[in-house]
């Protein structure tokens, strides 16, 4: 049995995985980094493309996707420990907005409620309501104040 091993191959991958760390490192922990990575994120993007496409030179297509790959999970990594560790959540992350629409529709629910109070024939059915509509504007409340400060 024989074993061949592709050293080309494992040396872009090691390259690419490294660049993709080393990236990262610069974009977190140096000034110019930080500011390339918020004020002008272009840049970041057409650097790391562009040493991926020089570790890529002459490969097939599927080692380019692999060098893509590998050099990319530094920056995720990163990404994702910086948006992990925000003290105040951005309005844009999909969790805050489902809880937006979560208290959208307990104002919807509430305007139900509260009209049916209005169309009820006795004071108790009335005020059912009414409890039940304070109980979902509670809820309300609630759901806000957690998509404020990013909890759930």
């Not at 080692?63 to 910086?82: C, E, H, K, Q, Y």
């Not at 304070?134 to 104040?145: E, G, I, V």
Request: glycine share 8%.
């Amino acid at each position: 049995m024989q074993l061949s091993v592709d050293f080309m191959l494992i040396g872009r991958c090691l390259l690419a995985f490294l660049w993709g760390i080393g990236l990262a490192c610069f974009l977190q922990f140096s000034r110019i980094g930080q500011y390339i990575a918020t004020a002008r994120t272009w840049i970041s993007v057409v650097i790391g493309v562009g040493v991926d496409l020089l570790l890529g030179i002459g490969a097939a297509w599927w080692v380019m996707w692999l060098v893509v790959a590998l050099s990319s999970l530094g920056v995720i990594t990163r990404s994702l420990f910086n948006e992990h560790n925000e003290a105040e959540p951005a309005l844009n992350r999909y969790r805050t907005k489902w809880q937006m629409e979560d208290t959208i529709d307990c104002c919807g629910s509430i305007i139900g409620l509260l009209t049916d109070a209005l169309e009820a024939e006795s004071a108790d059915k009335s005020l059912a309501q009414v409890s039940k509509a304070l109980a979902k504007a509670h809820n309300a409340l609630r759901l806000m104040t957690e998509a404020r400060y990013g909890r759930k």
